[in-house]
T-cell receptor
C-alpha cells in the first residue's frame, strides 16, 4: 500500500530552470493538494484539485502550474525557478471531509 | 475563509508531565478539525480528527484533543509526555478547497 508517492526527494535547480515535481496516490482520492513548508509559516496551499480535470489556485500559486489528467496523478510544475521557491514541498490526497495523507516531501533548493 | 491559529511557537514540558498544545479556529459552518505531527525530515503524520460527536477525541500514540465550540478551540493533550513526543505539531481545519494549517508548535519534552 504505497499511499502518496512524491518524487524526487531532493532537487537543486539554477535560477530560471524549470522542473516538475511528481505526485501519485493509489487510494482513489478525489482531492489532491500541493503545499510548501517554510520555517515559521506552517504549510501554505499552492494549488489543489477536487477531481480529474479540475484544478484551482491556493494561497501562493504564482510561479507554479498544475494539471490533473487522472485521479492518481497531480504534478506540480515550476515554470522558471527563483530562489524564493526554495522550500519543502508536500503533496497530499484525501477523500472529502476526511484526513489528508501526505507524501514524504521534496526538498528543493534554487541557487 | 477558514483559518487556524497556534499561539505558541514552542511548548516545553518535562517527561511524565501532562502536555497541551493549543489551537483555535475560525470557520463558517461545522468544523472538521485535525492534528498532525511531523518528525525531523519526515512528512506529516495524522494523529486525530474531530468530525462530529464526542468533544473528547482520542488518537494515536496516547494523544487526545478537546473540541470546544464556544471557545472555537481544539487543544491537543496527552496525560504523560514522552521524550519521543518531541516534534512539530500542526492543527488544521478542512474547508471546501483543502486543509488549512496553523503555523505549527514545536514540542520539546525534556528528560
Amino acid at each position: 500500500n504505497a499511499g502518496v508517492t512524491q518524487t524526487p526527494k531532493f532537487q537543486v535547480l539554477k535560477t530560471g530552470q524549470s522542473m516538475t515535481l511528481q505526485c501519485a496516490q493509489d487510494m482513489n482520492h478525489e482531492y489532491m493538494s500541493w503545499y510548501r513548508q517554510d520555517p515559521g509559516m506552517g504549510l501554505r496551499l499552492i494549488h489543489y484539485s477536487v477531481g480529474a480535470g479540475i484544478t484551482d489556485q491556493g494561497e501562493v500559486p504564482n510561479g507554479y502550474n498544475v494539471s490533473r489528467s487522472t485521479t492518481e496523478d497531480f504534478p506540480l510544475r515550476l515554470l522558471s525557478a527563483a530562489p524564493s521557491q526554495t522550500s519543502v514541498y508536500f503533496c497530499a490526497s484525501r477523500a472529502r471531509n476526511t484526513e489528508a495523507f501526505f507524501g514524504q516531501g521534496t526538498r528543493l533548493t534554487v541557487v | 475563509a477558514q483559518s487556524v491559529a497556534q499561539p505558541e511557537d514552542q511548548v516545553n514540558v518535562a517527561e511524565g508531565n501532562p502536555l497541551t498544545v493549543k489551537c483555535t479556529y475560525s470557520v463558517s459552518g461545522n468544523p472538521y478539525l485535525f492534528w498532525y505531527v511531523q518528525y525531523p525530515n519526515r512528512g506529516l503524520q495524522f494523529l486525530l480528527k474531530y468530525i462530529t460527536g464526542d468533544n473528547l477525541v482520542k488518537g494515536s500514540y496516547g494523544f487526545e484533543a478537546e473540541f470546544n465550540k464556544s471557545q472555537t478551540s481544539f487543544h491537543l493533550k496527552k496525560p504523560s509526555a514522552l521524550v519521543s513526543d518531541s516534534a512539530l505539531y500542526f492543527c488544521a481545519v478542512s474547508g471546501r478547497r483543502a486543509l488549512t494549517f496553523g503555523s505549527g508548535t514545536r514540542l520539546q519534552v525534556q528528560p
